[in-house]
């Protein structure tokens, strides 16, 4: 179904191609490749559809802290595509991980396409929790979008089954609405994933987005939503 998208319908399995002709030829990348079901399409707090969900295909290649990926979506009720190419660069230093990239984005039916760049700090584990901080920024919009996650990891049955509740606090700066800077949503979730071989794992969650006053000026509310994949690690 992923083969619907025009003009860029082989760019996913040609990247796939690629990277791994890549690898043939050095022995250090790494790859992922997600498809997901979701039942609605949410992002910033706001469920992108007038119904339904999307489908999802990600490719993801990773080598000594460079990842390049392509992430597409399908709408599973609604004529919608869209498709994100990216490039992100993490660097380690002691106490904390920092992450530098670009994604590039093209929607269907038409819209105008956007350029982004993100920054993403995670420290060390404090506790046994994971805190991470990361901010985007979009040309298109001319705004930024902040979010601020607090998540516990969890394993059991031998770490084949990982279980991650999260908090997530968003913020808005000119991102999605120009009226309004601060407050767009607080979400919470649980993420889960079981590996059912070396390479191959189950994944679920489930979450909730609860309205703050961004969502609110644009006389939207709570949602919640689930989904369902597979992963490949190669």
Known sequence: MFDKIPRKGLLIPGLINFLLTQGAMGESWTYEVTTTWESKYVENGRNELPEGGIFTAE?????????????????????????????AYEIAFEGFDLTVGWTHLEFDPASADDDEVFLELVPGHIGGFEFTAGIVYSFEAGGSFLELTLAYPFAFMEEKLTVEPYLQENFDFGYRT????????FQVGLEASYALNEYVSVLGFVSHSWAQADVEREGLGDVSWAGLGLRASF
């Open 59 to 87: 490719a993801l290649a990773e080598y000594k802290g460079l990842s390049l990926g392509a992430w597409s979506v399908l709408g599973d009720s609604v004529d919608y595509k869209e498709l994100q190419l990216s490039a």
């Open 178 to 185: 120009a009226a309004h800077d601060g407050l767009s949503n």
